[in-house]
């Protein structure tokens, strides 16, 4: 059973940076996609990121595009979200996901199986 952890949120001024991490546990990550999801105060929960199991296809959502980037490194059975240029929509939980998509190795799919319990990151000045 896969158990995923995030870590690295936090409070940060408008216009600046913040690493998520994502350490899983139980599983192997290198035959899963993974995701990022954020919830704000009120909203539904939106897909921000995704990164399939080779790690060669990326999908952003276009809020999040040429600001945020996600990466994997199965060595470590982690992943990450790099978030620059933050602004306080950015505001909400952030969630980590993943998905076993087996020999599907570009595959970035809409469902997910595990979840984190997320992290909150605040934009604020």
């Known amino acids: 059973q896969l158990q995923l952890v995030e870590s690295g949120g936090g409070l940060v001024q408008p216009g600046g940076s913040l690493t998520l991490s994502c350490a899983a546990s139980?599983?192997?990550?290198?035959?899963?996609?993974l995701g990022w999801f954020r919830q704000a105060p009120g909203k539904e929960r939106e897909g921000v990121s995704c990164?399939?199991?080779?790690?060669?296809?990326?999908n952003y959502a276009d809020s999040v595009k040429g600001r945020f980037r996600i990466s994997r490194d199965d060595a470590k059975n982690m992943v990450y979200l790099q978030m620059n240029s933050l602004i306080p929509e950015d505001t909400a939980i952030y969630y980590c996901?993943?998905?076993?998509?087996?020999?599907?190795?570009?595959?970035?799919?809409?469902?997910?199986?595990?979840w984190g319990q997320g992290t909150q990151i605040t934009v604020s000045s």
């Open positions: 990164i399939s199991s080779s790690g060669d296809s990326t």
């Open positions: 139980g599983d192997t990550l290198d035959l899963h996609a």
């Open positions: 996901a993943a998905v076993y998509t087996g020999h599907l190795r570009e595959l970035c799919p809409n469902e997910y199986d595990y």
